[in-house]
Structures are given as C-alpha cells and as structure tokens.
C-alpha cells in the first residue's frame, strides 16, 4: 500500500502529476491517491494546479457539455 511519503516523494521527482498517474505508478486505487493528495494540501505539503479554460483553442470550453472534465489537474510539491 502506498504511503503519504511515497506520493510527495514521487510528485517531487516528477516535478508535477496527475492524480490517474500517481495511481497507476504506485499501484494504488484512484480514491486513495486522491485522498493522500487532499491530505498533503491541507498540510501544506502539495499544490493543486488547475488549467486555465483561457488556453482553449477553439473557444468553445466555456459552452462545452463536458464543463470541466476536458481541464487538466495537476498536482506538486510545494
């Protein structure tokens, strides 16, 4: 099982990840990766980093059905 140590050590390795990318290198399910990086938020460990819809080329992110889910959300060590 995946440790909080192990995710901050990796996101400081790495630079910056995704959540699915932290889960599937340390072979952990998604809810416990996503809930080790909201751990390390709140202590202050890692930053969430989300895409501006400002970096769309079409224009058309702000109408999409989809909202959001096209945005990517990245995380690092603070």
Do not use: F, T
């Not at 909201?38 to 059905?65: F, H, N, T, V, Y």
Request: include cysteine; glycine fraction near 6%.
């Amino acid at each position: 099982m995946a440790s909080l140590i192990q995710v901050r050590d990796l996101l400081a390795l790495q630079g910056r990840m995704e959540a699915a990318q932290l889960s599937q290198v340390l072979h952990a399910p998604r809810a416990l990766v996503d809930a080790m990086l909201e751990r390390l938020e709140a202590m202050g460990k890692a930053k969430r980093i989300q895409e501006d819809a400002d970096g769309c080329l079409s224009g058309s992110c702000k109408s999409c059905p989809e909202g959001k889910a096209c945005l990517k959300e990245w995380w690092v060590v603070r």
